[in-house]
């Protein structure tokens, strides 16, 4: 069982910066692949920004390239997503996933197996 653990969302004005954290349990936190998404209510679950094992692969949605840097460090057990010029359209409830059997193809969200509860990212105009 991988207990993860959002925090970090607030509330700030468009071009702020925040940084997400996702604290993990378990021993086994560097086999697992991870990811962040972001929904908004009535809408679907969408992809943000995944991660490898290692840390040396990363990928992101077209909306947040060049904007939001995720991140790892398997000795923390925690993964975090950096999140800079944030405009109002950021505005959701972010989530970080875990997959216990990644694949490389980090927007597939059927791989994650484990979830937080979420964080509110609110951008002002």
């Known amino acids: 069982q991988v207990q993860l653990v959002d925090s970090g969302g607030g509330l700030v004005q468009a071009g702020e910066s925040l940084k997400l954290s996702c604290a993990a349990s378990?021993?086994?936190?560097?086999?697992?692949?991870m990811g962040w998404f972001r929904q908004v209510l009535g809408k679907a679950r969408e992809f943000v920004a995944g991660?490898?094992?290692?840390?040396?692969?990363?990928a992101y949605a077209d909306s947040v390239k060049g904007r939001f840097t995720i991140s790892r460090d398997n000795a923390k057990n925690t993964v975090y997503l950096q999140m800079n010029s944030l405009k109002p359209e950021d505005t959701a409830v972010y989530y970080c996933?875990?997959?216990?059997?990644?694949?490389?193809?980090?927007?597939?969200?059927?791989?994650?197996?484990?979830w937080g509860q979420g964080t509110q990212v609110t951008v002002s105009a």
């Open positions: 378990g021993r086994t936190f560097n086999s697992y692949g």
């Open positions: 991660i490898s094992t290692s840390g040396i692969t990363t």
């Open positions: 996933a875990a997959a216990t059997a990644p694949t490389s193809f980090f927007p597939s969200q059927y791989q994650y197996n484990y």
